[in-house]
């Protein structure tokens, strides 16, 4: 089965996360990535199953290259696909706004109807407030990567989170 993974990244991180998510999922999955930067977002047509990858600015704001292509967003067709969401944001230095631009995505993205796979239990991080928790803030709607302050975590979380949408996505593909 193929996977389009749709990135944006300014200093590299959250591209060598998509390399890494792409890397996890080799065994059972191809994944092709798209930077949104360089990429027309009119590729998303081609997938069935998705997984989008963005990073926080600047006191809870978007990856710019997100920014510029925010508007056409609500103009795509994810009707009835699977989403899987990623974020990259640092707890330490920016904890009233940690990884908020997932939020961002993920509200963006809902009255689409798309089936959001991964969301991600909140334990193990240290944060003062994010927009992007549900839950009442026991979930992250995607997985939370901060190559920060816990770079350490990031490969297992990678593994156990690419372990848990591959069943996600199995269970809607047998329905
Ligand atoms: C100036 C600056 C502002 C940042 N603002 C936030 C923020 O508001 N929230 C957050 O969670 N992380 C914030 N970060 C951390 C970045 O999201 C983090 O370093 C991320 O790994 C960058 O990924 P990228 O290189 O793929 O864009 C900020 C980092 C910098 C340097």
Known sequence: MKIGLFY???????????????????????VELFNVKTDPLCKINDYQILIFGISTWNYGELQEDWGDIWASLST?????????????GDQVAYSDWFVDAMGMLHDELLPLSPMFVGYWSTQGYQFISSKALIDEGRLFVGLAIDEDSQY????????????????????ICSQ
């Open 152 to 171: 350490e975590q990031t490969d297992q979380r990678i593994k156990q989170w690419v372990q848990q949408i591959s069943a996600e996505i199995n269970a």
């Open 76 to 88: 795509i067709d994810v009707k009835n696909k699977i989403i899987g969401l990623y974020g990259l």
């Open 8 to 30: 944006g990244s300014t200093t590299c991180y959250t591209e060598i996360i998509a390399e890494k998510i792409q890397a996890a999922m080799s065994g059972e999955y191809h």
